[in-house]
């Protein structure tokens, strides 16, 4: 690096000590949702090598229909969820209910 150019920080005019524990409280931040998203996929994985899925092997096309719709499912509970973290107000049903559960509690996990 030449001498008579000096790096610019644009952004914040954090301090570099703040700007180091702000980068390292994000990256923290990412490994700990890395760290809650496998939680589940370790349970699945483990009721799904316990589980006996032969009759999938006896019917297929219904089989292919099922595991499809369960996918859509999901799409759409996800799709719920995000739409409820957005508006404002938590409303009665239960995927709603669980949205704002959620970010009530995985807010200080994120702070």
Known sequence: MQPEL???RTGSPLPARDYAVQQHRVLRNTYW??????????IGA?????LDFGF?????ILSFFAVL????GWILAIERIATA?????????SLSSWACCWDHCS???LD
Request: net charge positive.
């Open 6 to 8: 000096q790096p610019i």
């Open 46 to 50: 483990a009721v799904g090598t316990n």
């Open 33 to 42: 949702l890395l760290a809650l998203s496998l939680i589940p996929t370790v």
């Open 107 to 109: 807010s200080p996990c």
């Open 69 to 72: 719709a369960i996918f859509y």
């Open 85 to 93: 973290r957005s508006a404002s107000a938590c409303s009665s049903d």
């Open 56 to 60: 999938m092997r006896t019917s297929p």
